[in-house]
DNA sequence: AAGACGAAAGTGGTTGA
DNA sequence: TCAACAACTTTCGTCTT
């Protein structure tokens, strides 16, 4: 093992939440998202790094030996956020062996228990550490029901600690605030989940997970974007099994739409549902508008009326093979 | 018979007084 | 806090493939 890090590197201040919310002195109000990866904090409005000496996750990179050249790490694992105590605590194995491999005595056996008994409590003492607890098991639950990947479900998870440190989560229930992380780190991420599909996900209604999530945005003063319509095509596409050119046109289709103002007020589900449906025409991989109100969660009469808008305006003939321009 | 269409009434969220 | 409003949904009868 190489060296033990320098212990300045570990200094409790410099670990993001714990301290106070931090806000982007450029774009003035947006959320400063850590890049553990980088070492950077970095804001997800603008994209400025604001400070870049934080805690190398990374291998170490120093050797002076051979051994040491052979395993350049660190000690420890990286630091999660989806891990209620940041996975800094010890773990008393449940082996009845010493480290060389020996049974226990008796008495050491029984001792061992006991501590082991109150490592389980203690790792869920205060009410704060119970509440983390909880909430990131249903944020790991949610999130592989949904097939959210590590990095989303990390930044949600610091998104919850940061609700926490607000106090957002008293009085609401834990699960609706999860819900709404997750909800927000995909939209921050720009892999955006229909709302209705996280709370099906979730046990929550849709109604109270949106009054959540508009809390959060509120409350943290995180500035996000309408969703664009594009960041749902690859999703939906694959769930309709449709192939990559269909989704390229509908792109094609979107940015088109957009240009020429087709698509403010407008729901982007129903646009990129619209979208879809008349790519998939083009291109001869037809898909019933019910299929594919299905996959966008909207109606199969706002897909009407988004592609008869689509069609029109853009000047797309009514079979549907006519070309566009380009 | 399934899919597409469109009218009409209902719903939840936003905006501005 | 309330009313007006735009977008979307629900429902349903009719037309098209």
Redesign the pocket.
């Known amino acids: 093992m190489g060296r033990t890090g320098s212990t300045d590197d570990r200094k409790e201040g410099t670990l993001d939440v714990s301290t106070e919310i931090v806000k982007c002195p450029e774009c003035k109000s947006a959320l400063v998202v850590e890049d553990s990866t980088r070492g950077e904090r970095v804001c997800g409005g603008c994209g400025l790094v604001l400070s870049d000496h934080r805690i190398d996750t990374g291998a170490e990179w120093r050797a002076f030996s051979s051994e040491e050249s052979d395993s350049r790490s660190r000690v420890g694992a990286p630091l999660r956020y989806t891990v209620h105590d940041k996975g800094l605590s010890t773990i008393i194995d449940w082996r009845d062996r010493d480290t060389s491999g020996k049974k226990l005595s008796p008495t050491r056996r029984s001792e061992i228990y006991r501590l082991r008994k109150w490592q389980i409590r203690s790792r869920v003492h205060s009410s704060l550490d119970r509440n983390l607890a909880q909430a990131m098991s249903e944020l790991e639950r949610l999130s592989s029901q949904l097939g959210i990947p590590e990095p989303i479900r990390e930044l949600a998870a610091l998104l919850y600690r940061k609700s926490i440190i607000k106090k957002l989560v008293r009085g609401r229930s834990i699960e609706a605030m999860v819900a709404a992380t997750l909800y927000a780190a995909c939209r921050i991420r720009l892999k955006p989940r229909p709302l209705d599909e996280v709370a099906d996900g979730s046990r929550i209604d ?2 109270k997970l ?2 959540c999530y ?1 809390l959060l945005l509120r409350s943290l003063d995180i500035k996000i974007p309408l969703s664009n319509p594009i960041d749902y095509i690859s999703r939906f596409a694959s769930q309709l099994e449709l192939s990559s050119p269909v989704q390229l046109r509908t792109v094609e289709i979107l940015q088109q739409s957009r240009d020429i103002g087709l698509t ?4 982007p ?3 990129a549902a619209a979208a879809i ?1 008349v790519a998939s025409i083009m291109l001869d991989e ?6 594919i109100a299905e996959v966008a ?6 897909v ?5 808008e689509i069609v029109k305006k853009l000047g797309i003939d ?1 079979l549907g093979l006519e070309p566009m321009d380009f």
Do not use: M, P
């Open positions: 849709r109604k949106g009054q508009r403010i007020g407008r729901d589900l129903g646009l449906y037809r898909r019933t508008q019910r299929e969660r909207v109606t199969e009469v706002t009407r009326n988004r592609y008869k009514s």
